[in-house]
């Protein structure tokens, strides 16, 4: 089953923060994080594999509540160049050589 | 990067006929995958490999077909395709199936008339 993301979209100005959420219905193995720009293939940010872990892209961080099932990527002071949409794809224990992944969240940055 | 190159890169083709789209690595990774990506969907999973001649299921495999003869290359089919089937299709790669990134290709825009 898909994965929940929101917000759907979000437009920020360059410099402003905002957070991404992911949730599943299964039990997590792992979540991924992926950046997609307009026109090209989806590029990994990172991998999240035990609860409560967090992990850093440079301005870009994620962390993984595994009781929860619940992601969230936080963009800190962010750039024109983040600009993209952002899928979260999860692993559940029943499945684990099987990343689904979610609708997306639309970023734009704007000057 | 990741060498991964898809083709064709796009396709326009009409309804009823018979379509395959190749993915062609040089990583020697054992996973490979296909996805179709929709407006409103993100990431579909439509078939993946584990191995040579290993495949299986992914969300949405109904009307496609897939096959790994090589561990290099990863074809998807589409025997009679259909206007649903328009889509953007992206194959990936892993070197293991869990926990590991997936890197794409370029992706192929197929358009079923």
């Known amino acids: 089953q898909q994965p929940v993301q929101s917000p759907q979209a979000v437009i920020l100005r360059e410099g402003e923060d905002a957070v991404i959420n992911c949730s599943s219905s299964?039990?997590?193995?792992?979540v991924h994080w992926y950046r997609q720009k307009h026109g090209e293939a989806p590029v990994f940010l990172m991998i999240?594999?035990?609860?409560?872990e967090q992990k850093g892209h440079e301005k870009i961080s994620a962390s993984f509540n595994e009781k929860k099932q619940q992601s969230s990527l936080y963009l800190t002071a962010s750039q024109l160049s983040y600009s993209g949409t952002y899928f979260c794809?999860?692993?559940?224990?029943?499945?684990?050589?099987?990343?689904?992944f979610g609708p997306g969240t639309s970023l734009s940055v704007i000057p | 990067d990741a060498g991964i190159t898809q083709s064709p890169r796009h396709k326009v083709t009409e309804t009823g006929t018979p379509v395959t789209l190749r993915c062609h690595q040089t990583?020697?990774?054992?996973?490979m995958y296909w996805y179709r990506q929709d407006p409103g969907h993100g990431l579909r999973l439509i078939h993946y490999?584990?191995?040579?001649?290993?495949?299986d299921k992914g969300e949405v495999s109904d009307g496609y077909s897939v096959s790994r003869s090589k561990t290099e290359d990863f074809l998807l089919t589409l025997e009679s395709a259909t206007s649903s089937q328009t889509s953007v299709y992206f194959c990936?790669?892993?070197?293991?199936?869990?926990?590991?990134?997936?890197?794409f290709g370029d992706g192929t825009r197929l358009s079923i008339l």
């Open positions: 990936a790669i892993s070197s293991r199936g869990d926990r590991q990134p997936q890197h």
């Open positions: 794809g999860t692993e559940n224990r029943t499945s684990y050589d099987k990343v689904i």
């Open positions: 990583e020697n990774h054992r996973y």
């Open positions: 999240l594999l035990k609860g409560g």
């Open positions: 299964k039990a997590l193995y792992s």
């Open positions: 490999s584990y191995g040579v001649k290993d495949t």
